[in-house]
């Protein structure tokens, strides 16, 4: 009988078929169904605040959090293992009698048990019968494997990410393939990747099997490829030589998007089996994508980064050997974390009258407390000493002061860590200045578009901007780069940003040897100056995209003679949750609102207009406004007008709340006499306003 026996409480057995096919929480966290066949069932482990862990068989799935001092519980999703040695933590799983896995969280070790199963151990101990591989698991990346009585799976303990296992001899199955593991409603759950009574893969690279990506039936990570535009197909067909060179285990699944699927009559440029392809992956390379002027809808780049919640995008630049620039020996060596889906580039906006053009800047809690957090792990995970956020939050005190007053709220979670905030404009002048003060820089999607454009400038240019786009679903690489259709088929194209954004994928794939190889062999050959690309040494001496390419590979193996070689490890991503109401207040309150209108007319006119609106109701005239500065009530302001005007309407007791049907009465009484073409509503939350006031308002 299948059943599940607790970590110290071995008494505490569990009949699977008795308790979860009704979903009961039986002391198990949240149980989800029985699997209908005799496929295996599995664990994985998560480091840090909170340990996940799914019970992998058809979705079948048990969550619960592992506390940094959790108490004695009989729940596989909670629990302390009881033995002579204290503060031992983990979960262990025993199958058919036969088969136990254990794994540890943090720096703990659990010890083996009386029962003879074999454990992820210390890192720097082999314990029992276990096969090792990798190294010290202290929250790094090493995966160890697990063989008891003929019985084989694969075990690691993460930070900050999710991985999956796969037994390939487990009872009662006829072979057990890898699964993809993958979030579903704040949970993790594990679909199995290949069918009932099909063979495991052969010779499966224990880091495809650990990962939450799709594993081919030869073992291998499958990657949606987007070769691009213009040129993308030679820059990407680089990347894809070197990666292959070092035998990555990786395969390939070529889909498209960009300006080909526009003409193809497809608004958004994204084709469905390109969306569909990436749902199954998770992992793109994708080569720079145009964006077609007079036809189509969106950028299909920023499409892909919205569609799969690429919240983060990291773009690194860092001084290169054999690139000479002005900044040539000042030790340039930053990254600039930006914030993806948000901001003006949520690409909503309007014509509020023939003139004048409205767009909507949207940043939310959410948003930012992801990116920021983003930008604290990076800087973790690299070693970094410093985090710098930059915002214009002295102007735009509730968009981009978010900003601000998130990251220093959450920089006090980061104390091993240097924080500061600098105004957007000056951190401009300060990276043309003194670039090499800063490590890691937080932004703004906008703010973070232009300065890394102006960071890459500094160590020799686009040609060598890598850059990801990261979510906690999804990692998309891709050059900073446009798609150049003027160079295209000419071999002469440099195509370091791809190789290096690719190198950024490995490293997220946990191919950290493969991308310390490529890293090596590009710093190389830069570093040697044989074979050099036009953008560095002119056109008679550049030795073409193939030749470029062909010396890197050449020279994997070998590392540069005078490079800071940087230790990565994994990026642990920030799990704020799927509630959508991130922020709750105790209180709220509409006070007024704001209705925009359009009119010829002058100032005086309108505000008496409105004033005479105004008369019986519950609300009086604030002001008038045109493009942000008061107008009326009339003062000596110059300033030239348009079409477009807001007028502002206050409930006359302070305390009241104003009710739509107010709203709806005003709204009908302003459109008897002016053309108007939005509303918003003025709130406040918890006493505090949540609106600006106009320049010169009181």
Sequence with gaps: MHHIRCTGHPDRVIPLDEKWQDG???????????????????VVALTGRHMQVPMCSLGVNVTGALAPHAEPTPSIGRTRHHSSEPDHRGIWIEYLDQFKIGTREGDYRIPRTPGGVHTTGNGDEAMGGEERIGHRLDGGHAPHHVVENGHRATVAAWSGRTRCFMSDRMAGTKG??????????????????????????????????????HVTESGKTLVTLIPGDGIGPEVVDATIRIIEATGAPIEWEER??????????????????TIESIRKTRVVMKGPLGTPVGYGEKSANVTLRKLFETYGNIRPAREYPGVKTPYSGRGIDLVVVRENVEDLYAGIEYMLTPGVAQGLKLISRKGTEKIVRLAFELARAEGRESVVAMSKANIMKMTEGTLKSVFEEVSLEYDDIESWHVIVDNAAHQLVKLPEQYSVLVTTNMNGDILSDLSSALIGGLGFAPSANIGNEVFIAEAVHGSAPKYAGKDVINPTAMILSGVMMLRH???????????????????????????????????????????????????????KIREYKPIKLPQLGAAPDFVKVKTRQVCGVDIFIESASDKISIGQSMERICEGRDLYLKMVDSRGTMLYPPNDVMTDTVDAWRARFMLRDDAAELNDAQLIDL?????????WAHVEKLQRFDGEDGFTKAQGED
Aim: aromatic share 6%.
């Design 24 to 42: 009961v929480r039986a002391g198990l966290g949240h149980a989800g169904h029985l699997p209908r066949d005799d496929r295996p069932v599995g």
């Design 176 to 213: 057990a393939g890898a699964g993809t593991l993958h979030r579903v409603s704040g949970a993790f759950c594990c679909s199995p990747g290949y069918e009932r009574g099909a063979s495991a893969p052969q010779h499966v690279d224990e880091r495809q099997i650990l990962s939450n990506f």
């Design 256 to 273: 498209h998007a960009g300006e080909r699927v526009f003409l193809e009559g497809q608004a958004s440029g994204v084709r469905q089996d």
């Design 509 to 563: 794939l946990d191919m950290f040897e493969e991308a310390a190889l490529i890293e090596n062999a590009v710093i190389t050959t830069l570093e040697e100056g044989k074979v050099m690309t036009r953008d560095v040494v002119g056109d008679e001496r550049q030795g073409g995209t193939t030749g470029y390419t062909n010396e890197i590979i050449k020279n994997l193996g070998k590392k540069p003679t005078d490079w």
């Design 667 to 675: 709204l009908q009484a302003v459109a008897a006499e002016h053309m």
